[in-house]
């Protein structure tokens, strides 16, 4: 008994050394820093440059959608509003930024006077030329903290309109596919109903033959009334997106705005979308929340891009 118990503390001191050896902490080697240099600036645009316009849907239909772009860009009523208050905003810049400049301002009066004495007439004029100069001090930079003010909120004002002919664009463009694909199922219904018709004068044979019965010319002739009936919803959605187009361009309802194109455009490669910081920053509304943001923050977003993204 006793030589079992020591056999069994000599086993449990040698599992509890190689325990311990195989729990020595691993220490890896150190290794010598590599610091990376930073660049000292950094923006996702290159310098500011002017805005240009990629007509995409070009891309899409052509000559036709072109024209529709055309004439909704001169007539569309909420543009022209939007470009309306581009103008005022720029106005309102102009005046704000003149009183960073000496003002002058000068007046002039002319009179005269009749007087009778002894009937004698007495002839008497006056003349006065009045000119008055100021200029405010700037001291605490309160004309130049409104000034600028007032320049990030004409450039929001423009970015609203470009926000503006964007969703005009793209509802013009949907409009327009969405015409150009009911035309497409107009013309296939129209086969259906050929075909239908066909179908039922022969069932209407064959029933008078005796070939047929009453059941089989009444079931044609259900399917015919359905097609039918398709043919009526696709001509009302059809009436539909052309009344949208007229209201999107500034014409009357029921305008003559033809849409001829049979065949839907073939679709584009996909342009390369970029991280979705960048994706965002070339939004115009974003951009717009941006330039308001910064009259009361101070942060200006990054310089407007060269050409916009579809």
Known sequence: MRTCSTSLLIALALL?????????????????????????????YPPTAPHQEIPWWQQLGGDELDQLMTTAFSGNFTLRQAWSRVEQARATTIITGSDLWPSLDYNGNASHQHQYKDDQRTRTESFALGLVGSYEIDLWGRIRSQTTAQRREQQATEEDWRTAR???SSEIAGNWLNSVALQQQYAIIERQIKTATNIVELTQLRYLEGQA??????????????????????????????????????????????????????????????????????????????????????????????????
């Open 166 to 168: 964007i969703t005009l």
């Open 16 to 44: 509890a050394c190689t325990m311990l050896s195989s729990c020595s902490p691993f220490a890896p080697q150190q290794r010598e820093p590599q610091p990376k240099s930073l660049p000292t600036t950094y923006t996702l």
């Open 213 to 310: 019965t009453r059941s089989d010319l009444v079931e044609r002739q259900q399917e015919l009334h359905q097609f039918e009936q398709s043919r009526l919803e696709l001509e009302q959605n059809l009436s539909q997106y052309r009344y949208d187009l007229c209201l999107l361009s500034g014409l009357a309802p029921g305008a003559d705005i033809q849409v001829n194109q049979q065949q839907l455009p073939a679709l584009t490669p996909l342009p390369p979308v970029g991280v979705p910081a960048d994706l965002l920053a070339y939004r115009p509304d974003v951009r717009a929340a941006g330039l308001r943001l910064n009259k009361v923050t101070g942060w200006l977003p990054p310089p407007a891009p060269t050409a916009c993204r579809r």
